[in-house]
T-cell receptor, first 113, second 113 residues
Framework: AQSVAQPEDQVNVAEGNPLTVKCTYSVSGNPYLFWYVQYPNRGLQFLLKYITGDNLVKGSYGFEAEFNKSQTSFHLKKPSAIVSDSALYFCAVRAYNDYKLSFGAGTTVTVRA | DSGVTQTPKHLITATGQRVTLRCSPRSGDLSVYWYQQSLDQGLQFLIQYYNGEERAKGNILERFSAQQFPDLHSELNLSSLELGDSALYFC????????????FGSGTRLTVV
């Protein structure tokens, strides 16, 4: 079985400060990892993915994530947060031989001006 | 606009009733996935169809059923509705098996009263 843990329900940062949203995963074999963002009353929007290759993945809107196999983590980062980054962020994982994505519970990010 | 269309956007119905949610996948996508998002359960995978055939099943209740039609649109049928079925229902699509992630629709908000 595959699962994702997002240990923080909420993350609060000041605008201009670095933003980190944590994610750890459990899956058999090599993981395929994803980050999605959800704004109020909207669907989930794809931010970035890790399939293979470089452990540092760059995505949309200045976000990046680092895959760490030994720690089974895939933390989302942004060097300088802006107010419009305030949203609900989901980490997701799938196994190479599974068709479904399993999502974490989500982390609400609030960036204050 | 993600290219995945869900209708209706909002639905209010009474307990015991039956509703149908509709999803049109992004052009060229063969796979359709249904997810339920509720406050207490998070994002739960319900079912996946690929080119008209059921491919994977998640935590879908027996009162719920789905199908994918020859034109690739999909319908999720929810029957004998209970208050606890109130949730956001998302449809997502992908070209084949979702190897590179999904594209989500904006969801149908179902309220059972």
């Amino acid at each position: 079985a595959q699962s994702v843990a997002q240990p923080e329900d909420q993350v609060n940062v000041a605008e201009g400060n670095p933003l980190t949203v944590k994610c750890t995963y459990s899956v058999s074999g090599n993981p395929y990892l994803f980050w999605y963002v959800q704004y109020p009353n909207r669907g989930l929007q794809f931010l970035l993915k890790y399939i293979t290759g470089d452990n540092l993945v760059k995505g949309s809107y200045g976000f990046e994530a680092e895959f760490n196999k030994s720690q089974t983590s895939f933390h989302l980062k942004k060097p300088s947060a802006i107010v419009s980054d305030s949203a609900l962020y989901f980490c997701a994982v799938r196994a190479y031989n599974d068709y479904k994505l399993s999502f974490g519970a989500g982390t609400t990010v609030t960036v204050r001006a | 606009d993600s290219g995945v269309t869900q209708t209706p956007k909002h639905l209010i119905t009474a307990t015991g009733q039956r509703v149908t949610l509709r999803c049109s996948p992004r052009s060229g996508d063969l796979s359709v996935y249904w997810y339920q998002q509720s406050l207490d359960q998070g994002l739960q995978f319900l079912i996946q169809y690929y080119n008209g055939e059921e491919r994977a099943k998640g935590n879908i209740l027996e009162r719920f059923s789905a199908q994918q039609f020859p034109d690739l649109h999909s319908e999720l049928n929810l029957s004998s509705l209970e208050l606890g079925d109130s949730a956001l229902y998302f449809c997502a699509s992908s070209p084949e098996d979702g190897f590179f992630g999904y594209t989500f629709g904006s969801g149908t908000r179902l309220t059972v009263v």
